[in-house]
């Protein structure tokens, strides 16, 4: 029997629904530890997070076996309207959203919320997918490619309006997407080499750093001396990158911290960097306030506490001390990791390390052996999505990226962000149910 003709259900892929569940329950029992009081009198109590997350679950199967029951050609052919969609609610979300921890991108009635810009994900990686595999998609050129980085950033820019960097941020592994799918190597170039500049505008001093910059570009000057003899253009580039490097340092990134970062941002990012925030850009020293100055490193600092005591083979389940008595903040949700780093030490972190990288390399694999060029591209965004809050949230807890509020996929307590993920998984595994079919 042909594979387009056996059953639905034979041909799902059962690694990646099974590396899916494991996580789920892994996070459940993460939120669990972080809950459960010796005082509980029984294990279910329906106002406890885990409780909530347990019927969470339930509603991801049941939204899950909907999706596997659904013609693959749907998510193709509406795409680019439920991404329009996607992008009027995150519109209206700043009017009407409610305020979470000043945050203004969630919607909710009562106590049920959720945030349209996780839930836009998944539009986004639907329609960028419908695009990039269009046959009049040519992505070679700089239209198709600007109007491809356009879908992308576009729900970024009005998740930004809503205070709410940390998701913005998330949209940019589309890029990765995009590369894939052949945007030049200059690209990633141009990336890193901004946050170079970043980095060193921010941990050597100014006046130092412009000294290193025209060093360097001297040194650059000699080594290239016969060809800038002979032709001018060599010239023009290379005083057109050292002064758009003097500039972006001196001027772009002072500015960008003076006045457009907020203060828990600035110590946040400081603090990541293991530095003292400079008086220029301490607001809260100018109002005498010292106190403020170091709190951003407190959730860092406990974080580090409660993994390092984990050891290696951990102090065992329910017996974390930070996770007992919540020293770590936020620890059911930003900070998850930490629970299973204390209580399951080095090799319970490794382990579950290595399940998301399994996840990962399974969905690359499935993106590979695709047909459609549609289901590729959207099994890329997908392990594009999963990694970026996978490496971002677990920099976060050992203090080697700032606290911008990423949830750790499938662990993190959350009903709008396990639907997403969920969600985006099982479409992912409906399509590739169909892999010997063209979807477009």
């Excluded at 023009?236 to 990158?241: A, D, G, K, T, Y």
């Excluded at 100055?293 to 580090?304: D, I, R, T």
């Excluded at 984990?310 to 936020?330: A, I, R, W, Y």
């Excluded at 962000?417 to 969600?423: G, K, N, Q, R, V």
């Amino acid at each position: 029997m042909s594979p387009v003709r056996k059953s639905l259900f034979y041909r799902i892929d059962g690694v990646m629904i099974m590396l899916y569940v494991i996580l789920v329950i892994i996070g459940l029992l993460a939120v669990f530890s972080v809950e459960h009081r010796s005082t509980d009198l029984t294990i279910f109590i329906a106002n406890k997070n885990y409780s909530k997350q347990v019927i969470w679950f339930g509603y991801s199967l049941f939204l899950g076996f909907l999706i596997l029951l659904t013609d693959s050609k749907f998510f193709a052919s509406t795409a680019f309207l439920g991404y329009t969609v996607g992008v009027v609610v995150l519109i209206l979300t700043i009017f009407i959203g409610v305020d979470v921890k000043g945050s203004h991108s969630w919607l909710g009635v009562g106590s049920f919320r959720f945030q349209p810009g996780e839930v836009c994900k998944i539009f986004t990686s639907l329609a960028l997918a419908k695009f990039l595999s269009l046959p009049e998609t040519n992505f070679k050129t700089l239209k198709h490619r600007l109007l491809g980085v356009a879908l992308a950033m576009g729900p970024a820019v009005i998740i930004l309006l809503q205070n709410e960097a940390g998701l913005a941020l998330v949209y940019f592994c589309f890029l990765l997407v995009m590369y894939r799918e052949g945007l030049p190597n200059a690209v990633l170039v141009l990336g890193f080499s901004l946050i170079a500049l970043v980095l060193g505008t921010l941990l050597v001093d100014r006046k130092v750093f412009f000294i290193i910059l025209t060093v360097l570009a001297l040194i650059t000057a000699y080594l290239m001396r016969s060809a800038l003899r002979r032709r001018m253009e060599p010239r023009i580039i290379l005083i057109s990158i050292w002064a758009v490097c003097i500039l972006f340092s001196q001027l772009a990134v002072p500015m960008v911290f003076k006045h457009g970062l907020k203060q828990h941002q600035i110590d946040r990012i400081y603090s990541m960097l293991g530095k003292e925030v400079p008086v220029e850009y301490n607001k809260n020293a100018e109002e005498g306030d010292e106190k403020k100055v170091n709190a951003s490193e407190y959730n860092v600092l406990q974080s580090k506490i409660a993994i390092g005591s984990g050891g290696f083979t951990g102090k065992g389940f329910l017996n974390g001390t930070s996770t007992k008595n919540q020293f770590v903040p936020e620890q059911n949700t930003d900070f998850i990791f930490t629970a299973v780093a204390e209580q399951f030490g080095f090799l319970g972190s490794f382990f579950l390390i290595g399940i998301y990288v399994s996840l990962m390399l399974r969905i690359i694999f499935v993106a590979e052996r695709q047909r459609s060029a549609f289901t590729r591209i959207y099994a890329y965004c997908v392990a594009s999505i999963l990694f970026f809050h996978f490496a971002i949230n677990i920099s976060m807890t050992i203090g080697l990226a700032p606290v911008i509020g990423i949830t750790l996929p499938f662990l993190s307590y959350g009903g709008s962000s396990l639907l997403s993920f969920s969600i985006l998984i099982f479409i992912l595994v409906r399509l590739d149910a169909d892999r010997q079919a063209m979807i477009r």
